[in-house]
């Protein structure tokens, strides 16, 4: 088994501590056991990870179809679902999809709940697609990389809440009971007003896949689409997104008036690494002199961190994410409460709001999370001071519609921008 899609399964376990402070429904009542059918859209390491937790979610679910471009990484990640949970797993060959519409099949397919796991430029139009056809959505961060990207969620999202569907985004830091306990406290004023909040995020360097001679380019860049910004985003919004989606729960999900900063490229400058930054630091100014910041790398060698930082009028609070919780100030405070596993949780409370049909719907702030890394991006790349409403109007799209996707589609190939010389608007 792939050792990514084993440390996934690994991390779906049992049904999360998490889930003890939900409401107790009884999913063993006659009219909420029937069967929810599930289907996975993007079978990687994530997928794989998520489709296992969500079949530990609830006693009546079933993994029914599954979808990817790559036949190869469908069965790897079927394989590996088959050791965990054989009982939940009724894909039948049918019901295996491979091409660029198979998440068109997933959804068509009979499920009741799909899983959004493919690399985020897809997820706009995966969503939108499930959502009209009145499925229950776990959506994988960031669910858009651009600005018409984020503001086809937010119609998407606008849909869901008129048909009582439930939107679970991968947001996983939210569904922490430790981040949710000092989350509670400082949106209910222990730190007094808050004047700023520091997000960083410095890590390695991650996978690449060593390209293979029968390759073209589009199979090559879907292989590696970390490092494409037309296909991830930049890192800025494949994984600092988590940071700046904290920065945005501590601002009590506000969206900045402007942004300015930097980024660039001092490391990884390895044409395995596409055209994407190795680090970012973005200034984000809100309301009232309020502001928000990000720092953050993926470079190897240098030393690692996870925090979140806010300063109040009357405190301040620091979350080193994992291990640490804690107020100084007038109300202080540290937590030493119990611990759950944050993406199994999410899965537990998509499942019980669908049983107990009181929608959870994160459509809106999951949106404004993802438009903050883009902004973010917009900033580093240009060099430029942009506001929110610029760059949320804005209609540049980093890859081709949805519906252009082939495997004679040519590549994008943005060059590397340069701050002061690349145009974002």
């Known amino acids: 088994m792939d050792t990514t899609r084993r440390h996934f399964i690994k991390s779906s376990g049992a049904m999360a501590i998490g889930s003890s402070i939900l409401p107790n429904i009884d999913l063993f009542q006659s009219s909420k056991t029937k069967i929810l059918k599930v289907g996975l859209i993007g079978c990687g390491g994530r997928g794989t990870g998520a489709a296992a937790q969500a079949m530990n979610a609830d006693p009546n679910v079933e993994l029914t179809a599954m979808g990817d471009i790559f036949l190869d990484k469908l069965e790897t990640a079927y394989e590996a679902l088959k050791e965990e949970n054989p009982e939940k797993l009724k894909v039948s060959d049918s019901h295996k999809f491979i091409g660029f519409d198979a998440y068109q099949k997933v959804i068509d397919s009979g499920v009741d709940v799909v899983i959004l796991t493919t690399p985020p430029c897809f997820r706009p139009d995966h969503l939108a697609a499930s959502i009209k056809a009145g499925k229950h959505v ?84 879907l292989r590696n689409w970390l490092y494409y910004d037309w296909l991830s985003g930049d890192f800025i919004s494949e994984q600092s997104v988590h940071s700046l989606d904290l920065l945005a729960w501590a601002m009590g999900d506000k969206t900045p008036i402007k942004a300015i900063g930097t980024g660039g490229r001092q490391k990884r400058t390895d044409p395995i690494y596409g055209n994407v930054f190795d680090h970012f630091a973005i200034e984000y100014d809100y309301e009232n002199d309020v502001k928000g910041y990000l720092f953050t790398r993926q470079q190897s060698k240098c030393t690692g961190k996870n925090t979140v930082d806010v300063f109040g009028s ?56 993802s438009m903050l890394a883009v902004l973010g991006r917009m900033v580093g790349y240009s060099g430029s001071e942009i506001t929110w409403e610029e760059a949320i109007n804005s209609e540049i799209s980093l890859g081709p519609k949805i519906e252009d996707y082939s495997w004679d589609l040519k590549v994008p190939h943005h060059p590397i921008a340069i701050p002061g010389q690349t145009k974002v608007l």
């Open 138 to 221: 776990f959506c994988e961060k960031p669910v858009a990389i651009d600005a018409p990207g984020v503001r086809k969620v937010l119609a998407a999202a606008r849909d869901a809440e008129a048909k009582k569907l439930s939107i679970v985004c991968g947001f996983c830091f939210r569904y922490d009971v430790s981040n949710r306990a000092i989350y509670e406290r400082i949106l209910a004023g222990d730190v007094g007003e808050i004047r700023s909040v520091t997000t960083t995020r410095y890590g390695g360097e991650l996978w690449s896949k060593p390209r293979k001679p029968e390759w073209t380019d589009m199979e090559y860049h």
């Open 314 to 369: 009357e405190g301040y609070a620091h979350i080193a994410l994992g291990r640490k919780w804690e107020i100084s100030g007038k109300n202080s405070w540290s937590y030493s409460g119990e611990r759950n596993n944050m993406y199994q949780t999410q899965h537990d409370e998509l499942f019980q709001a669908i049983r107990n049909n009181q929608p959870i719907n994160n459509g809106t702030w999951m949106a404004n999370s």
